[in-house]
């Protein structure tokens, strides 16, 4: 695909799930948990566009509710991943020695453990609230903007803007904030971008198990989870939730792919110093 179309339709689809989003009281035809019991497991009508699952819930509006649920947590998921595991790679990788052994060896151990169980773990503990999901998924999902940052700032380090500033008699604090996380942006905003679809993708899993947001919270993991068990009835429910899904995952992965794309040609130029 070129990348003006893929561009297009990735930014496309991520608008129109913001829109969506950001709309859902205004276009969904019914309250979020509305019951129309004499229409359960009906197919698209005009009362239902997408049809009803289970105790006649209106899938569309479930949809366009779960939209939220799926944008807030990939996005509190991302932002407290990407902060805390930016500055602790930042920092490791610029002090060296025994810090950066430390948490080189804390990130070797957390991915030692497959990240979805580790989150199940955490919910499990936790138990079913917004709260305790975005934690679970920024618990495992930090390890690899550290990583990131801190090979990042070990290539910068020595560079002649860095050592300009050491020379002048900045802190180690100062150029690690102000010379050095600054240039790792583009990776990291990057990294964040394919990071959404992944926490999205977690969500909708933990989810369909049961244990991601609390019962009764509208989510397309549920939602495929409640149409699973009549595929053959009414396949609409789980087709509809899953094709959501889908394409969310879809539209920030084209975007992540223009955006590496772009700055990768950028960062020929080589590091900006501020």
Known sequence: MRARGRLALGGGIVLALCV???????????????????HEWQGPTAAH?????????????????????????????????????????????????????????????????????????????????????????SATAWVSYARLARGQVLSLRDRDFV??????????????????????????????????????????????????VPPGTPSWGALVDQGASHLLDAPHVALFGGAAIALAVLGFNLLGEELRDRLDSRSRAGPSAP
């Open 20 to 38: 969506v989003a950001l709309l859902a009281g205004r276009l969904a035809p019914a309250r979020p948990g509305a019951l129309d019991l004499a």
């Open 49 to 137: 566009p997408l049809g009803t699952g289970d105790d006649g819930l209106d899938v569309s509006t479930e949809i366009l509710y779960g939209a939220r649920v799926s944008l807030l947590v990939g996005l509190l998921a991302v932002a407290l991943a990407g902060s805390f595991g930016t500055v602790l790679g930042a920092v490791a990788g610029y002090a060296g020695g025994a810090v950066d052994l430390f948490v080189m060896r804390l990130v070797d151990v957390l991915l030692a453990f497959p990240g979805l169980l580790f989150a199940i773990l955490l919910v499990a503990l936790l138990g079913p609230s917004l709260f305790g999901l975005v934690f679970s998924l």
């Open 163 to 212: 050592l300009a500033a050491r020379g002048l008699g900045a802190s180690p604090a100062r150029i690690v904030f102000r010379h050095l996380v600054p240039n790792l942006l583009g990776p990291i905003l990057i990294q964040a971008t394919f990071g959404i679809p992944g926490a999205i993708l977690a969500e909708a899993a933990l989810s369909f198990l049961g244990l991601g």
